[in-house]
């Protein structure tokens, strides 16, 4: 998974609660990405970061917020969580962007989150 | 109409079948074409790419990109249990985001 790590990687939370993902890269990558995975969806492009405290939205942003202070690490908050973002969450990271070139994203593990 | 439409399957070959895995896109700007290899519980991982148009082979995977149908496909020969895993393509334009397909889920049977 070319270093790269996702903490917890299972948790189970109550709807309304605030939830932390965190990842970690040691490749020293200026790019990474917070994607989900559901079911018949595949993934969807949630937050990306493009440099220390450099972020932008993805398709799916609502509800979420990222941070990016240090390069190896980039947070996915959901500030009050909901049953519709039980979800497999999986960070990635990545060189360079895409600007027109092949963008190598290696992935993390997930973290499965269930909102009851 | 999504940007990338890929057939979910699931698709259950037996072991040492051609498999051919397909997506069409609508974003005729696109010109990196990606196929990542999910097994379960797994992140995706990068199996090969193409640039525009065009045949690329690594071992037992084929890689096929018809720009002017707006199709692109992945070969895989002699099929191994192994294999049984969700592909994935993604393709890119310009300085943007990847965009993925929903994944096709196989299964090589021994």
């Known amino acids: 998974d070319a270093g790269i790590t996702q903490s917890p990687r299972h948790k189970v939370t109550e709807t309304g609660t605030p939830v932390t993902l965190r990842c970690h890269q040691t490749?020293?990558?200026?790019?990474m990405y917070w994607y989900r995975q559901d079911p018949g969806h595949g993934l969807r492009l949630i937050h990306y970061s493009y440099g220390v405290k450099d972020t932008d939205k993805g398709e799916v942003s609502d509800g979420y917020s990222v941070s990016r202070s240090k390069t190896e690490d980039f947070l996915l908050t959901l500030e009050s969580a909901t049953s519709s973002q039980t979800s497999v969450y999986f960070c990635?990271?990545?060189?360079?962007?895409?600007?027109?070139?092949?963008?190598?994203?290696?992935f993390g593990p997930g973290t499965r989150l269930t909102v009851l | 109409q999504k940007e990338v439409e890929q057939d979910p399957g699931p698709l259950s070959v037996p072991e040492g079948a051609i498999v051919s895995l397909n997506c069409t896109y609508s974003?005729?700007?696109?010109?990196?074409f990606m196929w990542y290899r999910q097994y379960s519980r797994k992140g995706p991982e990068l199996l090969m790419y193409t640039y525009s148009s065009g045949n690329k082979e690594d071992g037992r995977f084929t890689a096929q990109v018809d720009k002017s149908s707006k199709y692109i496909s992945l070969f895989i020969r002699d099929s191994q249990p192994s294999d049984s895993a969700t592909y994935l393509c993604?393709?890119?334009?310009?300085?943007?985001?990847?965009?993925f397909g929903k994944g096709t889920r196989l299964s090589v049977i021994a």
């Open positions: 990635a990271s990545s060189l360079q962007g895409t600007s027109g070139r092949v963008n190598t994203q290696y």
């Open positions: 993604a393709m890119v334009s310009g300085n943007t985001p990847l965009v």
């Open positions: 974003n005729s700007a696109f010109q990196y």
């Open positions: 490749e020293n990558h200026r790019y």
